[in-house]
């Protein structure tokens, strides 16, 4: 059984860290229930294992936090879905890089529900949507902008950290790093790309899409 739990308000990097590890703890003991934690955080930075610290270029903009999980530089703040998922990954295939496809392809069939068409490219961690109304990019192909980013880390085989998707965050927040540290493409949200989508839409579309990629543990 995969327990939902929805924050109504925002909560702190440091909170959150705290209860995914209590979570995380009584998965592999087996005395917790795996978890779905969709929730908000206050605008900050976080670090990730691969962090360049060259990428963050406004250090005093916001509370910046060292993260265990992989990948490097992202932002979280308000009118940005954070999907933590706390999954048990020993028996849900033991590979790592499948269990990263599964929540990529999540997102996207999640995406899809308001028509999106997300996309994964190699080399730039998260899923990306294609902008054919702005400029070509640098390499002359069709721009393209990131709307969602995946992180994780893994203990004895439990998952933690995750995705987070941009519905309607203020984007300028992202002008103090360097996104996962991409510098040829831009970010976007739902809302951005011309979408009326609430937090709580997204919500129903994660849940309508998990099962086919997560489906119940026998």
Not at 11 to 24: H, I, K, L
Request: with cysteine; net charge negative; proline share 6%.
């Amino acid at each position: 059984m995969v327990e939902w739990i929805t924050s109504t308000s925002l909560v702190s990097y440091d909170a959150a860290c705290a209860e995914m590890e209590r979570r995380v703890a009584g998965i592999i003991d087996g005395s917790m229930n795996e978890a779905i934690w969709l929730l908000e955080h206050p605008p900050l930075y976080t670090a990730g294992t691969s962090a360049d610290p060259s990428d963050l270029t406004d250090p005093n903009r916001f509370d910046v936090f060292e993260s265990k999980r992989g990948g490097q530089y992202t932002y979280h703040g308000p009118g940005q879905r954070v999907i933590y998922t706390m999954l048990d990954v020993n028996k849900r295939g033991r590979d790592v890089r499948a269990f990263v496809q599964s929540l990529e392809a999540w997102v996207i069939d999640a995406l899809g529900e308001f028509n999106v068409t997300g996309h994964i490219r190699d080399g730039r961690v998260g899923v990306w949507v294609e902008r054919p109304e702005k400029p070509l990019g640098p390499n002359g192909g069709m721009a393209e902008d990131k709307v969602a980013a995946i992180g994780i880390r893994l203990r004895k085989w439990v998952s933690f950290h995750g995705i987070s998707i941009n519905v309607e965050p203020d984007l300028s927040h992202f002008d103090g790093i360097v996104p996962c540290g991409i510098t040829d493409h831009g970010v976007t949200s739902l809302v951005d790309l011309g979408l009326p989508v609430t937090m709580d839409d997204l919500d129903v579309a994660l849940r309508k899409t998990f099962e086919t990629h997560f489906p119940a543990i026998i």
